[in-house]
Antibody, heavy 121, light 107 residues
Framework: QGQLVQSGTEVKKPGASVRVSCKAS????????IIWVRQAPGQGLEWLGW????????KYAEKIQDRVTMTTDTSTTTAYMDLRSLRSDDTAVYYC??????????????WGQGTMVAVSS | DIQMTQTPSSLSASVGDRVIITCRAS??????LNWYQQKSGRAPKLLIY???SLQSGVPSRFSGSGSGTEFTLTISSLQPEDFATYYC?????????FGQGTKVEIK
């Protein structure tokens, strides 16, 4: 069935960096991609980027492409998202999700539980 | 970027009601449209993919339709566990974008 388990809450100061991890289990890790999405308090869902667990190809949202790095470690079946130069508007719950190909398109079928990142001085 | 607009932003309904949520894309996206349900404090859950295909394990009271730029999510008979926020999401191109959400509340 598959499961994604994320790292815990982070509290950071403006200008700092954060790493969020996403541990996959119950499926063949390299067969699927991983996307990262965030949700600011009371707001909707914002797609941040995608990474292939097979070959490391990635695409980032233009809004954060200069501050984000997404990686995977196939030996530990873990995906990581590093976000640098944190600002107060980066405060959000960050989710990872598995990308599955369905009927010629793709969708996000397994989600992590979310990681709260709070940025405050 | 493709903009996704959902209507209404919120609605109040009773158990047993038929509920319809609309999602419009700012450009043609064929049938590359997914629907998710998110309950308070929880991660989103995939309901419908490719506009009308029901994800495994999702109750048949959920259905999706549409193509091109206009799509609908229908809940045929609202159940207590369906009170949540629903998001559409296009998978036509990158960046993938979501609608702003429709909150379904108890009347």
């Amino acid at each position: 069935q598959g499961q994604l388990v994320q790292s815990g809450t982070e509290v950071k100061k403006p200008g700092a960096s954060v790493r969020v991890s996403c541990k996959a289990s119950g499926y063949t890790f390299i067969t699927y991609g991983i996307i990262w999405v965030r949700q600011a308090p009371g707001q909707g869902l914002e797609w941040l980027g995608w990474i292939s667990a097979y070959n490391g190809n990635r695409k980032y949202a233009e809004k954060i492409q200069d501050r984000v790095t997404m990686t995977t470690d196939t030996s530990t079946t873990t995906a990581y998202m590093d976000l640098r130069s944190l600002r107060s508007d980066d405060t959000a719950v960050y989710y990872c999700a598995r990308v599955v190909s369905l009927s010629g398109t793709d969708a996000f079928d397994i989600w992590g539980q979310g990681t709260m990142v709070a940025v405050s001085s | 970027d493709i903009q996704m607009t959902q209507t209404p932003s919120s609605l109040s309904a009773s158990v047993g009601d038929r509920v319809i949520i609309t999602c419009r894309a700012s450009q043609h996206i064929s049938r590359y449209l997914n629907w998710y349900q998110q309950k308070s404090g929880r991660a989103p859950k995939l309901l419908i993919y490719a506009a009308s295909s029901l994800q495994s394990g999702v109750p048949s009271r959920f259905s999706g339709s549409g193509s091109g730029t206009e799509f609908t999510l229908t809940i045929s008979s609202l159940q207590p566990e369906d009170f949540a926020t629903y998001y559409c999401q296009q998978s036509y191109n990158t960046p993938r974008t979501f609608g702003q959400g429709t909150k379904v509340e108890i009347k």
